[in-house]
């Protein structure tokens, strides 16, 4: 063998090394891409979940409050008919009155209170959907000691 051929041997030994390399390179591209494609879908898939439970929730908060609010109507409505009737009786009048103060406070702090309730339990809810997860195995950031002055040490 000559020192040409020994040469040529040695470079395409190399030049087979260099893209086997190359090869498994690409092939680590390839599963790292595939690893992304699958991620993005995910999140897509997560952002898509999100979205419809919040549209969920705010029909629910919308149809508590609609309820709430006309059955604060019958309510107040069909309460008016004996209050109306006592209030037209000179002997029941005074009393009625005040007895009518009394319904409508308390009614009115008993539907305000749901429609509270109804309120702050959505804003949960709703923050609860739109809150950031972190991600499944991700570490939490290390916490940083500090000083008395607020520093990091």
């Known amino acids: 063998m000559t020192a040409l051929s020994a040469s040529l041997a040695l470079l395409v030994s190399l030049a087979i090394m260099a893209l086997l390399r190359l090869r498994r390179g690409l092939q680590q591209c390839a599963r790292l891409l595939l690893r992304s494609r699958v991620q993005l879908d995910e999140l897509r898939l997560a952002a898509q979940l999100r979205a419809q439970i919040a549209a969920a929730q705010a029909a629910a908060e919308a149809t508590v409050e609609g309820g709430n609010s006309?059955?604060?109507?019958?309510?107040?409505?069909?309460?008016?008919?004996p209050f109306g009737i006592l209030e037209s009786i000179p002997a029941t009048r005074d009393t009625s009155r005040v007895v009518r103060r009394i319904h409508d406070a308390i009614s009115d702090?008993?539907?305000?209170t749901i429609s509270?309730?109804?309120?702050?339990?959505?804003?949960?809810?709703?923050s609860a959907v739109t809150s950031p997860r972190p991600e499944a195995g991700a570490e939490p950031a290390p916490e940083t000691t500090r000083k008395?002055?607020?520093k990091p040490e």
Do not use: L
């Open 116 to 126: 509270a309730a109804n309120k702050a339990a959505h804003e949960v809810a709703r």
């Open 109 to 112: 702090g008993v539907y305000d």
């Open 148 to 150: 008395p002055d607020g």
């Open 70 to 81: 006309a059955v604060r109507t019958i309510h107040k409505t069909i309460a008016a008919i």
